[in-house]
Each structure stands twice: as structure tokens, then as C-alpha cells.
């Protein structure tokens, strides 16, 4: 576990983190996938731009209106120093570079990610503008009061200790920077089953709903200035969604290849299904540093 700052958690939260990485070192989508479909359909990596990644590289639900949603909430324009928490392959982060001229640093636990963002980075000319840095959100690596915005996609959801990770955004905002995120929240309580069941497919580690956020938000010294329930809308790209992964698997089946790991299927089907119940959803927070 040579990832881990073992100083910093007991070997419960360790285990979590672990279970984050080998869930995303399993992923589907790869910076090696991404660019081999580019080289497919383009002929050549040669000349490739960002606006070519976007359509790949973002790892949340809602595309690049949701970074502009996330830009908007936090203030994000022309040189504003941005950390991206757990930033996976540096789409949202190179979005917000490209298009608003952010400096983006990206903070994401999987190697395999932080390399896999900085050869994109590298092949559309913005590892300048963007960089990632291999490290876990509940411990920053960055200087006290150094940064104008922080963001984050879908991600806290594997974050053993968000209390902590939010007490860590507010240490290297600036006073008046603004924190800008979505999460998965809960709008009842989980059986115990189900809780289970998103943690074995899926490395939910903390599933809270909209109060407890906002009240470890204040907990770490943020007003908050806006949070939105994004749970509808959630429900039908979450639909849309797993049609479409239902259909990859049915394909590869009829082709006698591996369909993939049964837990995560099971896990998204329970999650897509509590989302559509309006039992699970999704919500953007915006909270100011006083
Ligand atoms: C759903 S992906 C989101 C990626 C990115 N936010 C996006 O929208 O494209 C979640 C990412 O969080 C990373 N992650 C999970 N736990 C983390 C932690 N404690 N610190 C940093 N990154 C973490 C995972 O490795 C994964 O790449």
C-alpha cells in the first residue's frame, strides 16, 4: 500500500482507498482506448486538439454542460488557479483550461489515471496548462490559501473521509475562493444490502445525502451559496446509460467475450433503479470560503 500515508488512517479507511483504485485500474475507458478509437477514426493521432478528447475523456454524468454549470458556480475565468479533486483522466480540468483558461491542477488517487490524463494532456498541447498530481484528496499537496476554485465530479462518493477532504479545500482556497461540486447523495436511508451492494461494485464508500454535505460544508468553515437537485435529470442520463451498457454486454456476449464484472452490473442496475425511485440522486453544491 505504497499510495496510502499510512499516518493518516487506520487500515479500514486504507482498505477503502485501495478498493477506489482497483475499481477505477479496472475501468473501461482508458487514455489507451480513447486515443486508439481517435486513431481509428481520425487516421492519425497528429494534430489532435482538445475539443477531440471531450467527447471521451469526461467521467460524470451531464457531459461538458456540467463543468460549465461547475465554472459558473465557482467563478472560474481567465487565469483562475483551480484544483480539480479527483480529477480521473483531466477531462473536466483540460475543459476548463481550454475553455475558460483555468490553470488546472488535478488531484486523483489511481496511477494509472494521473499518467493516462497527462499523456492527453501532453498530446493536445495543454500539459501547461494542466497538471495532475498523483494523491488523495483527504491530504492536499498544495500550499495553504493558493488556490482561487475547487471542483469535483462524481467522485467524493469513494472518499473514506469527505469532512476531511472538504477541510482540505478550504485550507488551499484563498478567502472568498469557492468550492464547486456534484456528488451522489441519499434521500432516504440505504438498507444495510443495498449499502453493501454499492461498495462491492462500485467503491461507494460514503453515500450522505444533501443536509449532511452542506452541514460538513459549514462544519469546514464554507457558506454555502447554492445547492441544486440534480436528481431527475440524473435519472434519465443514468437510464439512457445503462441501456447503452446493456447492449455493449449483450454484444459482447454473443461473441463469447467477457461481458465484464458482474458486482459493478448489479451494483448499476440498483443504483440507475434507486436514482429513477428518486431514493438515490445527484446534487451540484457551491459554498464560499469566509
Ligand atoms: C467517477 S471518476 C470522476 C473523474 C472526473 N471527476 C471526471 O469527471 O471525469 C472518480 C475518480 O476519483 C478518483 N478517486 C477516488 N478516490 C479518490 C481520493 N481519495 N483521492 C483522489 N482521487 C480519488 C478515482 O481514481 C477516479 O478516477
Known amino acids: 500500500m505504497d499510495k496510502v500515508p499510512q499516518t493518516l488512517m487506520g487500515s479500514a479507511m486504507a482498505s477503502k482507498i485501495r478498493s477506489a483504485i482497483d475499481f477505477y485500474d479496472r475501468h473501461p475507458i482508458s487514455a ?5 478509437k481517435l486513431e481509428a477514426t481520425r487516421g492519425t493521432l497528429e494534430g489532435l486538439q482538445p475539443d477531440d478528447l471531450f467527447p471521451h475523456d469526461q467521467d460524470h454524468y451531464g457531459g461538458l454542460a456540467a463543468n460549465d454549470a461547475l465554472a459558473k458556480a465557482a467563478r472560474i475565468g481567465i487565469g483562475s488557479k483551480v484544483v480539480d479533486l479527483c480529477a480521473g483522466l483531466g477531462g473536466p480540468a483540460r475543459y476548463l483550461a481550454h475553455r475558460f483558461g483555468a490553470i488546472v491542477t488535478g488531484i486523483e488517487l489511481t496511477p494509472a489515471r494521473v499518467a493516462g490524463a497527462a499523456e492527453l494532456s501532453r498530446r493536445v498541447g495543454l500539459n501547461g496548462q494542466v497538471r495532475m498530481i498523483e494523491g488523495n484528496v483527504m491530504d492536499l499537496p498544495l500550499a495553504d490559501a493558493s488556490q482561487d476554485a475547487v471542483i469535483s465530479q462524481e467522485a467524493l462518493l469513494h472518499v473514506p473521509d469527505i469532512a476531511r477532504a472538504f477541510a482540505e479545500a478550504h485550507r488551499v482556497l484563498r478567502p472568498g475562493g469557492r468550492i464547486a461540486f456534484t456528488n451522489w447523495v441519499v434521500h432516504r436511508p440505504l438498507p444495510e444490502g443495498q449499502r453493501q451492494l454499492l461498495w462491492d461494485g462500485m467503491a461507494a464508500a460514503t453515500l450522505i445525502g444533501i443536509e449532511a454535505h452542506a452541514g460538513l460544508l459549514r462544519a469546514a468553515g464554507f457558506e454555502i451559496e447554492a445547492v441544486e437537485d440534480e436528481t431527475p435529470a440524473w435519472g434519465t ?24 464484472h458482474d458486482d459493478f452490473y448489479r451494483s448499476y442496475v440498483l443504483f440507475v433503479d ?6 438515490m440522486g445527484g446534487a451540484r453544491f457551491t459554498a464560499v470560503k469566509q
Open 274 to 279: 434507486l436514482v429513477q425511485r428518486k431514493e
Open 32 to 36: 489507451q482506448i480513447i486515443l486508439a
Open 237 to 260: 442520463i443514468l437510464g439512457e446509460r445503462l441501456r447503452m451498457y446493456e447492449k455493449l454486454r449483450g454484444e459482447a456476449e454473443a461473441a463469447g467475450t467477457p461481458s465484464g
